[in-house]
């Protein structure tokens, strides 16, 4: 799994401020690569609560209610995402996110829960 949304306008900047570089070529945002149970555990660390990893809904109906999600989804469990490295993303932005880093940066949850409760 790959969480990299504020690497990815980082990514972008560097590739329009030398476009001749980039022309042409295509680079994978892979700040950080683990399954569920290393996100569960990262998050963990950061917030000091213990979390599990598991599936938030039954499969069938996200690809009932929710096809966009499931496609992308699909697109790395079938496919296998992404063919780049967080080693070569790590290239062009050597300080990218670790899944740590990414709860971090963030500091809440969705409903505006702080992660860390010290945050």
């Known amino acids: 799994m790959t969480i990299r ?14 476009p001749q570089t980039w022309l042409g070529k295509t680079l994978d945002v892979i700040g950080w690569q683990g399954d569920l149970s290393q996100v569960a555990a990262a998050l963990s660390k950061v917030s000091g609560v213990p979390v599990k990893a598991r599936l938030a809904m039954p499969i069938f109906l996200r690809r009932l209610f929710l096809k966009d999600l499931h496609h992308m989804f699909l ?37 505006g829960e702080k992660i860390a409760p010290d945050a």
Not at 6 to 14: N, S
């Open 75 to 111: 697109y790395y469990e079938v496919q296998k995402g992404p063919r780049g490295t967080p080693q070569a993303f790590k290239q062009v932005l050597p300080d990218a996110l670790s899944a740590e880093d990414w709860f971090r940066f963030h500091g809440h949850y969705a409903n």
């Open 5 to 18: 949304s504020y690497d990815i306008g980082r990514a972008a900047a560097i590739q329009l401020k030398d």
